[in-house]
């Protein structure tokens, strides 16, 4: 039985897993429900994101990664764990190769967590790759070639920015502005707006529903259900695009800061390849309704939505794994 190689897109809010020759077998949130008191582990993925918000006292739904590095290292130690032995990873006879996914400007001591905690997990060797390159090749970019590519991959925790080419990055910025800071921005809003108190799963359905940033946008509504901060009861108010737009406006305008400063590092011959073929978005961010538009408008240069921008970084890696033997002389 020979080891496998695995590529692990490890998000702020999703762990994609590519197993070599199955493909992605494996999408499932970044949570862990635990027993506060014992610590022992009751559900991850799907199960324990249908908790958060929603236990009794003695049960804790923790996400343990916090803008794309890991904020609880026991806890994504067991969760990786828990999903490389779902998916067939480890066995009695071999440890599997894994391919790793980090934003582009963390630490060599959060570069140390993430490697340690994939080793403790059962892995027999630790690749580290940079999460715009790839997304930008699961995307579809041939980033081999000398000429200019364009991504920005807005995840769960951070947003990373990066023009590519010969195979590598050439300039690069990652901010930790994404999914989960527009969750938390709209439920400000509300509890300023309404002095209504909304949860997490809450502010991500009106973000995807009704949720848009650019001012030609949707024009939506949807009521949604929270506790009064006057009267402790059960409230429904009914909110609007606009004012998603609103809540969302500074987060966003940051993205488009980071994407300007990136674009204005480029070398000029880099930068009309880019007029060329335009900016691709990934990620769950690139979801974001008029998002496009927006940097677009901003840019002035072409902005495109990946094919399945939430599986970019994932099948990225997936075609890395094919490559891993260039990276390592070692045998699977």
Same mark, same amino acid.
């Given at each position: 039985?020979?080891?496998?190689?695995?590529?692990?897109?490890?998000?702020?809010?999703?762990?994609?897993?590519?197993?070599?020759?199955?493909?992605?077998?494996?999408?499932?949130?970044?949570?862990?429900?635990?027993?506060?008191?014992?610590?022992?582990?009751?559900?991850?993925?799907?199960?324990?994101?249908?908790?958060?918000?929603?236990?009794?006292?003695?049960?804790?739904?923790?996400?343990?990664?916090?803008?794309? +590095?890991?904020?609880?290292?026991?806890? #994504?130690?067991?969760?990786?764990? !828990?999903?490389? =032995?779902? /998916?067939?990873?480890? &066995?009695?006879?071999?440890?599997?190769?894994?391919?790793?996914?980090?934003?582009?400007?963390?630490?060599?001591?959060?570069?140390?967590?993430?490697?340690?905690?994939?080793?403790?997990?059962?892995?027999?060797?630790?690749?580290?790759?940079?999460?715009?390159?790839?997304?930008?090749?699961?995307?579809?970019?041939?980033?081999?070639?000398?000429?200019?590519?364009?991504? +920005?991959?807005?995840?769960?925790?951070? #947003?990373?920015?990066?023009?590519? !080419?010969?195979? =590598?990055? /050439?300039?690069?910025? &990652?901010?930790?502005?994404?999914?989960?800071?527009?969750?938390?921005?709209?439920?400000?809003?509300?509890?300023?707006?309404?002095?209504?108190?909304?949860?997490?799963?809450?502010?991500?359905?009106?973000?995807?529903?009704?949720?848009?940033?650019?001012?030609?946008?949707?024009?939506?509504?949807?009521?949604?259900?929270?506790?009064?901060?006057?009267?402790?009861?059960?409230?429904?108010?009914?909110?609007?695009?606009?004012?998603?737009?609103?809540?969302?406006?500074?987060?966003?305008?940051?993205?488009?800061?980071?994407?300007?400063?990136?674009?204005?590092?480029?070398?000029?011959?880099?930068?009309?390849?880019?007029?060329?073929?335009?900016?691709?978005?990934?990620?769950?961010?690139?979801?974001?309704?008029?998002?496009?538009?927006?940097?677009?408008?901003?840019?002035?240069?072409?902005?495109?939505?990946?094919?399945?921008?939430?599986?970019?970084?994932?099948?990225?890696?997936?075609?890395?794994?094919?490559?891993?033997?260039?990276?390592?002389?070692?045998?699977?």
């Amino acid at each position: 039985m020979f080891g496998k190689d695995i590529g692990i897109d490890l998000g702020t809010a999703n762990v994609s897993i590519h197993v070599k020759g199955r493909g992605v077998v494996l999408d499932e949130p970044s949570v862990v429900a635990i027993e506060s008191e014992t610590k022992r582990v009751l559900a991850v993925g799907e199960e324990a994101r249908r908790m958060v918000g929603r236990t009794p006292g003695n049960i804790v739904a923790i996400r343990p990664l916090k803008d794309g +590095v890991i904020a609880d290292f026991e806890i #994504t130690e067991l969760m990786l764990k !828990s999903f490389i =032995d779902r /998916v067939g990873g480890r &066995s009695w006879f071999s440890r599997p190769r894994i391919l790793i996914c980090a934003p582009t400007n963390i630490t060599s001591v959060e570069q140390k967590a993430i490697r340690e905690a994939a080793e403790r997990s059962g892995a027999k060797d630790v690749f580290l790759e940079e999460e715009p390159k790839a997304a930008a090749i699961g995307a579809g970019m041939d980033i081999f070639q000398p000429s200019g590519n364009m991504v +920005v991959d807005i995840g769960g925790g951070t #947003t990373d920015v990066a023009v590519l !080419s010969m195979g =590598d990055i /050439v300039t690069a910025s &990652s901010i930790k502005v994404a999914g989960d800071k527009f969750d938390s921005e709209i439920m400000k809003y509300i509890k300023n707006k309404y002095k209504l108190l909304i949860g997490e799963r809450t502010s991500e359905d009106i973000k995807i529903r009704i949720g848009t940033v650019h001012p030609e946008g949707r024009r939506e509504s949807m009521d949604i259900r929270g506790r009064d901060m006057v009267t402790g009861l059960p409230q429904t108010v009914t909110i609007r695009s606009e004012e998603v737009r609103e809540a969302l406006w500074d987060s966003v305008m940051s993205i488009v800061q980071a994407a300007k400063s990136v674009l204005e590092r480029t070398p000029p011959e880099l930068s009309a390849d880019i007029i060329d073929r335009g900016v691709i978005l990934t990620g769950g961010g690139a979801l974001l309704h008029g998002l496009d538009q927006l940097l677009a408008d901003e840019l002035k240069v072409p902005v495109l939505i990946a094919d399945d921008p939430m599986h970019c970084v994932v099948k990225g890696t997936g075609i890395m794994l094919e490559n891993l033997d260039k990276v390592s002389s070692k045998k699977m």
